[in-house]
T-cell receptor
Framework: SQQGEEDPQALSIQEGENATMNCSYKTSINNLQWYRQNSGRGLVHLILIRSNEREKHSGRLRVTLDTSKKSSSLLITASRAADTASYFCARKVNRDDKIIFGKGTRLHILP | DGGITQSPKYLFRKEGQNVTLSCEQNLNHDAMYWYRQDPGQGLRLIYYSQIVNDFQKGDIAEGYSVSREKKESFPLTVTSAQKNPTAFYLC???????????FGPGTRLTVT
């Protein structure tokens, strides 16, 4: 399967703490993207990082990419209740027209 | 107001009936996609289209059909041949396959 693995599958943290989610994959990529999905809703794009980039920031989000280890991480700093959602990584694989989604990490922020 | 819309939000059908899910975008995107999501699972690609009048099968195309007669529209038909059609269906569009995708709100289909 070309699907990557998100780790952990589920994560519960206290509001204000940082949340880290990881994504691993097997084949070489053009880019890697992170999306958020609130329960019963569509996905929202968060960050796209290209294969020649190592780190990107957007507000409280920080994404890293290590192509030698075929892994990426998403860090959410100073978490808020509104960050409760599922987070998916998706990879644009080289020589393929598709974007492949992982199974996601369910993040729950405790008050 | 740009975006991607799906209708209806909830859809109920009897087994053996075909049903068509609507997806419309006004983002001027060339590429459009249909995904299926089952509870607690990731997204699986059903069909995608990179240009009008052309589309390709994704990983789980059996039992589904699509058309792309207009740039703005990419309807998905769930046929009676689909063994387990009950799922959450998501449509997305993008400027191309190397760019991010914009998702609609989804259609939850229940077949009994």
């Amino acid at each position: 399967s070309q699907q990557g693995e998100e780790d952990p599958q589920a994560l519960s943290i206290q509001e204000g703490e940082n949340a880290t989610m990881n994504c691993s994959y097997k084949t070489s990529i053009n880019n890697l993207q992170w999306y958020r999905q609130n329960s019963g809703r569509g996905l929202v794009h968060l960050i796209l990082i290209r294969s020649n980039e190592r780190e990107k920031h957007s507000g409280r989000l920080r994404v890293t990419l290590d192509t030698s280890k075929k892994s990426s991480s998403l860090l959410i700093t100073a978490s808020r209740a509104a960050d409760t959602a599922s987070y998916f990584c998706a990879r644009k694989v080289n020589r393929d027209d598709k974007i492949i989604f992982g199974k996601g990490t369910r993040l729950h922020i405790l008050p | 107001d740009g975006g991607i819309t799906q209708s209806p939000k909830y859809l109920f059908r009897k087994e053996g009936q075909n049903v068509t899910l609507s997806c419309e975008q006004n983002l001027n995107h060339d590429a459009m996609y249909w995904y299926r999501q089952d509870p607690g699972q990731g997204l699986r690609l059903i069909y995608y289209s990179q240009i009008v009048n052309d589309f390709q099968k994704g990983d789980i195309a059996e039992g589904y059909s699509v058309s792309r007669e207009k740039k703005e529209s990419f309807p998905l038909t769930v046929t009676s041949a689909q063994k387990n059609p009950t799922a959450f269906y998501l449509c997305a569009s993008g400027a191309g396959t190397v760019y991010e995708q914009y998702f609609g709100p989804g259609t939850r289909l229940t077949v009994t």
